[in-house]
């Protein structure tokens, strides 16, 4: 089935997606303070061929120019975060003017393009002065974030009208503590559980408290969950019990936590596994419970969990023994992640029964491919946008099965720092070359605009 933009709701929210710490480079400038992202990137051995993100994409020097790449595709909405250590750089205290003034600029720059604003508080950029003072591990981090959160609506809040608390808690809990593979590279599963409790008690605070601050009547508060489907690789019992452990550590733990104020009772068998319940206040939790009026959601991939006897426990679902991540069917992404629509569909029905009234949207769906330009310059990336495609038609069946999906945003505008794999996996519409920084529109950002222009 060909789609196109009529195909959805006239109100569907068309986007694109990216962060701070991926594309805004100028990390010494006009105040601002240092991330742990900065310092891991500056951390020999941590980051493919020793890159880091101190220029990025140089977004921030550039955005109007981006701004402009976004107008010409057509879009209604772009998500962003903002950069934790430019806005306070202590992590507390006092607003840096010139931080403000850069996200202000970028704002009003969008709406005058008639593109809303869709603001990321957090994208696993902490400052590192806070931690310094123990970071996700101090139970201290609540309140810095609900401050850092408060600044953020009194600074953008006449200006920004839809607000995320986090980007994907998963990585940050368990890449950044568990396998230690993003900042701040902590490998110690206990702590991640930790981090997670920590990052749920400060979405809920957080959002109750930006609720009264500068408020609106058309202010829109949630986080965003990266909900993938971990699905058992064979038919067999074991197979499926330990599937059913590595989507209650990726899935329902913050699924759970988010809409109940409450852990699945794996989660906390694996809690006490590690011995941290001591350090995990289960009513405080519920007690501080804030409904959210819609629920982000990324979507990239399938996990395939097998079990395999003897196997190390998995570094980033820490929790289940013997399994294994098989590899998924058919060719893969350049992160190695199969091309699976279907798992899209049956993640969104599957949130549409957690929250039969909640609207979704889907805040990150894309792919890197090897993107290279011909002898004109032009960058033809058909995988891409075959990717797009047929995960556009997987919203469009969730949508048939009744899903409440309203909008939909691709990651992302520009190729970026992507982590630890550095400048290697490119998953913009539009190309980036890092040596001259000039910006090129692929192919796929030329059907994405002919596609919502239809």
């Not at 006897?309 to 893969?332: F, I, S, T």
């Not at 990717?387 to 048939?400: C, F, N, S, T």
Request: net charge negative.
């Amino acid at each position: 089935m060909t789609l196109n933009a009529t195909d959805f709701p006239e109100d569907f929210v068309w986007g694109v997606a990216t962060s701070a710490p991926q594309i805004e480079g100028a990390v010494d400038e006009d105040g601002r303070s240092p991330s742990i992202w900065d310092t891991f990137a500056h951390t020999p051995g941590k980051i493919d061929r020793g890159e880091n993100a101190d220029t990025a994409a140089d977004h921030y020097h550039r955005f109007e120019e981006d701004v402009d790449l976004m107008a010409e595709l057509g879009i209604n909405a772009y998500r962003f975060s903002i950069s934790w250590s430019r806005l306070l750089p202590e992590g507390v205290g006092e607003v840096n003017e010139a931080g403000a003034d850069f996200y202000r600029r970028l704002c009003s720059a969008l709406l005058a393009k008639g593109i809303t604003p869709v603001v990321t508080l957090y994208h696993w950029d902490l400052p590192q002065v806070l931690h310094d003072r123990g970071g996700w591990l101090n139970r201290e981090s609540v309140d810095w974030f609900v401050e850092y959160a408060v600044a953020a609506k009194e600074a953008l809040g006449d200006l920004v009208r839809v607000w995320t608390t986090f980007n994907e808690p998963h990585c940050t809990a368990f890449l950044g503590y568990a396998s230690g593979l993003h900042a701040p590279g902590v490998t110690d599963p206990g702590s991640a559980y930790i981090v997670s409790h920590h990052l749920m008690l400060a979405h809920h605070k957080a959002v109750k408290a930006m609720r009264t601050t500068n408020p609106h009547e058309d202010d829109q508060f949630s986080i965003v969950l990266n909900l993938i489907p971990a699905w058992a690789a064979e038919p067999s019992a074991e197979s499926k019990e330990v599937a059913a452990g590595v989507d209650a550590i990726h899935n329902r733990l913050y699924a759970s936590a988010v809409l109940d104020g409450r852990y699945p009772s794996v989660i906390l068998d694996y809690m006490a596994k590690f011995d941290v319940v001591d350090r995990i206040d289960l009513e405080e939790l519920e007690a501080c419970v804030e409904p959210i009026d819609f629920l982000g959601m990324n979507y990239y991939n399938v996990n395939h969990i097998g079990h395999a006897p003897g196997a190390p426990l998995l570094p980033d679902w820490p929790g289940p023994e013997n399994a294994e991540l098989m590899r998924p069917p058919g060719h893969l992404t350049e992160m190695h992640w199969g091309v699976e629509p279907v798992g899209l569909t049956w993640m969104l029905n599957r949130v549409s029964r957690w929250a039969p009234d909640l609207p979704i949207y889907l805040m990150e769906n894309g792919a890197a491919y090897p993107d290279e330009p011909d002898a004109d310059g032009v960058v033809h990336d058909a995988l891409r946008q075959e990717y797009i495609e047929a995960h556009l038609a997987a919203v469009r069946q969730a949508m048939d099965d009744g899903a409440d999906v309203r909008g939909y945003f691709v990651w992302s505008l520009l190729d970026n720092f992507e982590w630890a794999y550095g400048y290697d996996k490119r998953f913009g519409l539009v190309r980036v070359d890092f040596d001259t920084l000039e910006r090129t529109m692929k192919d796929s950002g030329r059907w994405y605009r002919q596609f919502l222009a239809s």
